[in-house]
T-cell receptor, first 114, second 113 residues
Framework: AQSVTQPDIHITVSEGASLELRCNYS??????LFWYVQSPGQGLQLLLK??????LVQGIKGFEAEFKRSQSSFNLRKPSVHWSDAAEYFC????????????FGQGTILTVHP | EAGVVQSPRYKIIEKKQPVAFWCNPI?????LYWYLQNLGQGPELLIR????????DSQLPKDRFSAERLKGVDSTLKIQPAELGDSAVYLC???????????FGQGTRLTVV
């Protein structure tokens, strides 16, 4: 079945440490790929997106993500985490045949220790 | 520029009662979405509008859920009657036609008791 998987439900890192959040998808074709962040009680904010071209994409707040076709992955990274990055992160895809319909992973909760 | 505005932010109702949520999209955004987010899950699309037309409502439980977008701007999502399992966050989002970047509102947290 077509799906988006975020293997880590909860990740804890220390402030200043590096971060990598994993995302895998299972679709026949390469979908459009997104990462969103959701702070408590807030809506979703787009961090970055990949449609085509350079497989390393830069986003807001110092985040980047790398698309790896061979691994069907789109992992989110940040070299140095700040306490304000504590939130829930969602990977999402849009299929070319399902224009406008975002399919989300289950999310990864990020806790940042001082 | 104002973002997507949803109201109310929170709603507590008894089961079997009706409830309605309102969404005002970003000005100029012709595409409007309603998503359902259950606790600990990612959002799931309920319905997508292009202007006044519902172009994808395949995931909307039509026995109790209804939505409308009169005049192609504001939208209302209704549940009648509400069930305990409807407790969730209801998110509204909007985008420009042809643009895959959707902007989300803060959501309405519904609790059915």
């Amino acid at each position: 079945a077509q799906s988006v998987t975020q293997p880590d439900i909860h990740i804890t890192v220390s402030e200043g440490a590096s971060l990598e959040l994993r995302c895998n998808y299972s679709y026949g074709a390469t979908p459009y790929l997104f990462w969103y962040v959701q702070s408590p009680g807030q809506g979703l904010q787009l961090l970055l997106k990949y449609f085509s071209g350079d497989t390393l994409v830069q986003g807001i707040k110092g985040f980047e993500a790398e698309f790896k076709r061979s691994q069907s992955s789109f992992n989110l990274r940040k070299p140095s985490v700040h306490w304000s990055d504590a939130a829930e992160y969602f990977c999402a895809v849009v299929l070319g045949t399902s224009y406008g319909k975002l399919t989300f992973g289950q999310g990864t909760i990020l806790t940042v220790h001082p | 520029e104002a973002g997507v505005v949803q109201s109310p932010r929170y709603k507590i109702i008894e089961k079997k009662q009706p409830v309605a949520f309102w969404c005002n999209p970003i000005s100029g955004h012709n595409t409007l979405y309603w998503y359902l987010q259950n606790l600990g899950q990612g959002p799931e699309l309920l319905i997508r509008y292009e202007n006044e037309e519902a172009v994808d409502d395949s995931q909307l439980p039509k026995d109790r859920f209804s939505a409308e977008r009169l005049k192609g701007v504001d939208s209302t999502l209704k549940i009648q009657p509400a069930e305990l399992g409807d407790s969730a966050v209801y998110l509204c989002a909007s985008s420009l036609v042809g643009d895959t970047e959707a902007f989300f509102g803060q959501g309405t947290r519904l609790t059915v008791v």
